[in-house]
Structures are given as C-alpha cells and as structure tokens.
C-alpha cells in the first residue's frame, strides 16, 4: 500500500523544517489560509479554512509507513482531516493525503497577546519562495486572510522552533511584503 501524503500551506511548504520525502507542489481547493490563535498556542499561525470558491498552494510529502505520530505531534493544535478529492496534485489518484486544520470552534484572532512571529512567516515565505518563486509569495499573500494581525519581531532572537537563517534578498522580499500590507509590527520585549 503506497504512503499516505500531507498537503502543507504553511511552514511544512518549507522542506529545510522536515524530512518529509516525495515533496511536491499541489493546490487544495475549496479551502483559504487564515492567521488565527488557538487556547493550545501562545501565538497566532496558519490554518486552512473552508472557503468553497478558494484554492492555495502548497506542498504535499510522503508519511513513510502512515506513521503520522510525529507529524501530529508537530501540528498538535490541528486536527487531521482527509483532503483526498480537494487536493490537485501528480500522484495516482487513489493517493490519500490529508491537510491540518483548527477546528473553527478553536480559534480565535490573533491580538497584541498573541501575535504572529516573524520568524515562522520569514519561514512560510521562504518555503513559498523556494518552491514557487516570487509570484508564489505574492500568491501566499494575497490568499491569506488576518493579515491586520499584529507580527512580533523575534528576528534577532527566534521563537519559532524550526526557524531558518534568511538570506538578505529573502529578508528583504518578506520585509517588501510587510510594508506593503501595513502591517503592525511590534518589538520583542527585552
């Protein structure tokens, strides 16, 4: 029986924080990214949201063995939810492949409590970048909702726990995109 896949829209697009095989780019349909905040999570990241008239990019990998504990793990605010028909990809079309998401009982905006770290978008956006180009991270953008959510700068010291050193084109691209959007950026506190 074949591995099961994941379709990732997030910081598993950026394959420097898996080792998650067979790594492609797929397109889920009917489903939105949005910023929110979980009870579970000090701070705010992505999920997907049903939005019947949206599709995102993303990344689809190989579970090896269908041992989706440490994947679980990792993605422990999430609930697993098959993807199987919603998913556009180049596998055999029997492939089962699933997506994480809050369950939207679970989440909440993001606030000055509980904002984005810039460290996992610096991550998201490089994962885009690699993957898909520029376009792909003007795409991430424009398909993401919450983006009058607060971001923390933790830049200079990660919180985020598979945070990845940026080159400065990157940094600069992820910064573009920030000032473009308007959005409010706080600093860490000391």
């Not at 180049?90 to 606030?111: E, G, H, K, M």
């Not at 460290?119 to 003007?138: A, H, K, M, N, T």
Request: aromatic share 10%.
């Amino acid at each position: 029986m074949p591995a099961p896949f994941f379709f990732g829209y997030g910081s598993l697009v950026n394959t420097r924080t898996h080792d998650y095989g067979e790594a492609r780019a797929a397109q889920l349909s009917g489903w939105r990214r949005a910023w929110v905040h979980t009870d579970l999570r000090p701070v705010a990241f992505l999920s997907a949201v049903p939005c019947p008239d949206s599709q995102i990019d993303g990344l689809i990998a190989a579970v090896p063995d269908a041992d989706w504990a440490a994947l679980d793990d990792r993605e422990f605010a999430y609930d697993r939810l098959p993807a199987n028909g919603a998913v556009r990809h180049d596998l055999a079309s029997d492939t089962d492949i699933a997506v994480y998401a809050v369950p939207a009982t679970s989440q909440r905006q993001a606030s000055q409590r509980h904002p984005i770290l810039l460290s996992y978008l610096d991550v998201v956006i490089q994962g885009y970048l690699d993957v898909f180009g520029p376009d792909g991270v003007e795409t991430f953008v424009t398909s993401t909702d919450g983006w009058d959510a607060p971001i923390l700068n933790d830049r200079d010291a990660p919180r985020y726990p598979r945070h990845q050193i940026l080159r400065a084109d990157e940094r600069d691209l992820v910064d573009q995109h920030l000032r473009a959007l308007g959005v409010d950026l706080i600093a860490a506190p000391a």
